[in-house]
């Protein structure tokens, strides 16, 4: 296979889907985002399988609307589905379980039929934006850990967040891990800032700013301070990666040390959205590090520092 960066992202032509696996793991590791492009549709048993070498591959059941011919591992991303978004389809930056214990390692998407105009996804790098802090600021956040909005049951889809990622309520309860669990039940409201990498084991921020509501253990000013550090020095032009999509682009994003998110578009866009896991099991329990709070914090709006998502 031929390799080309833009940016951090790694853009991969002549893939080898059988005999190219370990590489395009490693890239996924080392670039946050890679990008195989294909001349001719790729039908979704041969995506199914090609995902199958990278990982565990979800399958969600029937109760999900919206799987490609019957694969539960493949699911619509388009208008009126999962993941549509703002009316105009706008997506804000994202990550895959931001709020919740453990979540797919690698989110993939493929481009069945592009957008007539628009809908370019912005992917971030998180590993190099630690990388380049200084010192000391690194050992600071090494010791934090993030406040992530939870949603109770009662929250659900009435308001907020998740109400353009799940197209109905029976979806967004359906919607399950790898370890069957409902995605819904993993919330937590406490997670690592600094996270070490499963493939490559650098450190990068895990800072879905969208769900975060400040900082433990710090004061008010400095969760307020730190937030608008982060988020401004993550979204640096130098740490975001904009792709245009051609129909047939299959996209691996890395969901440990980086955000994607979805410009607005016209058109039937049509993407095959499916969620990957690792299968080492050390790395899956140092992925779910996390402490429980849930309890007292679930549905709370109390700590809410920083930006609201809410209206
Ligand atoms: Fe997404």
Request: with cysteine.
């Amino acid at each position: 296979m031929i390799v080309e960066k833009n940016k951090f992202a790694a853009i991969v032509t002549e893939c080898d889907y059988e005999n190219d696996t370990d590489k395009i793991r490693e890239l996924i590791g080392d670039c946050r985002v890679v990008v195989v492009r294909n001349n001719n549709p790729v039908p979704p048993e041969t995506l199914v399988s090609f995902y199958k070498t990278i990982g565990e591959v979800v399958s969600q059941n029937t109760k999900v609307k919206g799987n490609v011919a019957g694969h539960g591992e493949l699911i619509k991303v388009r208008k009126n589905g999962l993941f549509s978004g703002e009316e105009d389809g706008e997506l804000e930056w994202h990550s895959a379980g931001m709020n919740r214990k453990g979540h797919d390692d690698v989110v993939v998407m493929y481009m069945h039929q592009n957008a007539e105009s628009g809908g370019n996804t912005f992917f971030s790098d998180s590993q190099t934006a630690f990388t380049d802090l200084d010192d000391d600021t690194k050992d600071i956040l090494r010791n934090i850990k993030s406040k992530i909005v939870t949603y109770n049951a009662k929250l659900k889809l009435e308001q907020m967040y998740y109400k353009r990622i799940f197209s109905d309520e029976q979806t967004m309860m359906e919607f399950k891990d790898i370890d069957g669990q409902n995605s819904f039940e993993k919330q937590t409201p406490r997670k690592d800032l600094v996270t070490a990498h499963p493939i490559n084991n650098k450190e990068g921020l895990y800072f879905p700013w969208t769900v975060i509501r400040g900082f433990s253990g710090i004061s008010k000013d400095a969760q307020h301070n730190l937030y608008y550090k982060l988020k401004n020095h993550t979204q640096d032009e130098k740490y975001v990666y904009e792709h245009e999509w051609n129909n047939y682009d299959i996209c691996f994003s890395d969901q440990h040390h980086s955000l994607h998110k979805r410009e607005a578009y016209t058109g039937d866009r049509e993407l095959w959205r499916a969620g990957i896991w690792y299968r080492d099991e050390e790395v899956k329990e140092k992925a779910d590090e996390t402490i429980e709070y849930r309890d007292h914090q679930a549905g709370s709006y109390d700590e809410w520092s920083c930006e609201s998502l809410i209206k």
